[in-house]
DNA sequence: TCCTACGATGGACCAAGTCCAAGTCAATAC
DNA sequence: GTATTGACTTGGACTTGGTCCATCGTAGGA
């Protein structure tokens, strides 16, 4: 069931519940959870769960390259299992959820050299911003 | 001076030392300040002004559309007070560092109906990110 | 110049996230 | 199967960024 699992065991990182659980919870579906979502699922599974201990297993995930974080509000980042295929996200204004989209056309190539003001630029990450089905109704 | 002061003004903003400060503070260079730099930069001229009065006095200026707010990290938020002319940001992963740009191209453009998912979409920003001249350095 | 509604104050409060000392346990070695 | 040990987990204190609210002050109109 979880490639995510077995990538890691690969890597040799070191199973444990806790570590297992917070991978599990993420590998589901591919929608956005915060820490917090995260915690609250796990905890489910694993009741002792500690919020520390979901927060380090995330920070590691992100440097690991498996999970990405998405900041688009300056409220709680969000963990997005979709690492392997690029792509970029539309958010909600209403409600805050958020969507993976694939667009065509690459932003880097956009950016001219006269526009990098020195900078090594290495990627461009493109929010698109709308209203959801529910709240363009609401 | 400022464009900004005398717009605000035409615009029935009651104006008060606080509010002027938050303004001029924001008017100088096109940098992009946390709301804590705004309060230090505003305590130099006007000590008594407070936090409070700091996040109200943006917040409004955000709602009236005279300046931007940027997430781009999850940490603080970032104040833009270029909204005159639409734009991108350009963000050091080392030191947070925001320059804005303006590439060629049009992201909405590049997202095809099929993946808008019924959204109203308004909006695409871009956010490139890499290193500046200083943190390629070290 | 006086009034009054709108704005400012600061201190309490909240949410998200980090840190740390002590305890636990997965994986390796025997 | 057992011992060992360094990496992992815990929970509670702490930090940061931000909001709320009752009270006080003042800009701007009459």
Redesign the pocket.
Known sequence: MSDLLDRL?GR????????RVVAEVLDGDHIHL???EVLARATTR?P??????????L??LVSLGEVIEV?TD????RYDPNAHRPHHHLVCSGCGTIRDVHPGGDPLADLPTSERFGFTVSEAEVTYRGLCPDCTRA
């Open positions: 065991r040799g990182w070191r199973m444990t519940a806790q570590r915060t820490a917090d694993l002792e769960i500690s919020r520390a201990t979901v927060y380090n297993t920070g590691e900041a300056g409220r709680a980042k």
